[in-house]
T-cell receptor, first 109, second 116 residues
Framework: TQLLEQSPQFLSIQEGENLTVYCNSS?????LQWYRQEPGEGPVLLVT?????EVKKLKRLTFQFGDARKDSSLHITAAQPGDTGLYLC?????????FGKGNQVVVIP | KAGVTQTPRYLIKTRGQQVTLSCSPI?????VSWYQQTPGQGLQFLFE???????NKGNFPGRFSGRQFSNSRSEMNVSTLELGDSALYLC???????????????FGPGTRLLVL
């Protein structure tokens, strides 16, 4: 059983559209992290959300941590082809990361 | 500052063989973690090394082992390869401070292993 469930698994959209992907769990987390992985590369940390209800923005990416700290969402405004990648949410336990299976996002020019 | 490097980038082996993968962390980083990434299971934690000692271990069979050298470089070994070991193996490095302190992990590009 995956601790973190990400949905949708795959999403294909046209350039300029908005999209939202989700990371859900039945567990409560002290924090969650979001990574982006591009083909042929390792994951790169985008953001860490810590406080329930917290919203963090990274250019056109908006990350939200649920009030109950059980879920998180990532919203991309006016998606660009450069946003294409596998978005992974992860929980950090000590110095190990537990990942969801990811949201594969493809932005078509 | 150079990033995390992994060698080789691609590898093809046959069932029953063994394989050794190498990871060089970012200069000054003392913690190295290894992950396995497959389409079915996603990214899963294998183990973490700090100061040449295994500090954390994931839920993988004993065929998967690792070590870390005094210069913080790390190797992982998989013996008696099985078809299901085909995966992208990623290593990540961090400063490796006190346990429980949140540090950013920086990932290498991975080694893609194909077992035939």
């Amino acid at each position: 059983t995956q601790l973190l469930e990400q949905s949708p698994q795959f999403l294909s959209i046209q350039e300029g559209e908005n999209l939202t992907v989700y990371c859900n769990s039945s567990s409560v987390f002290s924090s969650l992290q979001w990574y982006r992985q591009e083909p042929g590369e390792g994951p790169v940390l985008l953001v860490t959300v810590v406080t329930g209800g917290e919203v963090k923005k990274l250019k056109r990416l908006t990350f939200q941590f649920g009030d109950a700290r059980k879920d998180s969402s990532l919203h991309i405004t006016a998606a660009q082809p450069g946003d294409t990648g596998l978005y992974l949410c992860a929980w950090r336990g000590g110095n190990r990361l537990a990942f969801g299976k990811g949201n594969q996002v493809v932005v078509i020019p | 500052k150079a990033g995390v490097t992994q060698t080789p980038r691609y590898l093809i082996k046959t069932r029953g063989q063994q394989v050794t993968l190498s990871c060089s962390p970012i200069s000054g980083h003392r913690s190295v973690s290894w992950y396995q990434q497959t389409p079915g299971q996603g990214l899963q934690f294998l183990f973490e090394y700090f100061s040449e000692t295994q500090r954390n271990k994931g839920n993988f069979p004993g065929r998967f082992s690792g070590r870390q050298f005094s210069n913080s470089r790390s190797e992982m070994n998989v013996s008696t390869l099985e078809l299901g070991d085909s995966a992208l193996y990623l290593c990540a490095s961090s400063l490796g401070g006190l346990a429980g302190v949140q540090e950013t992990q920086y990932f290498g590009p991975g080694t893609r292993l194909l077992v035939l």
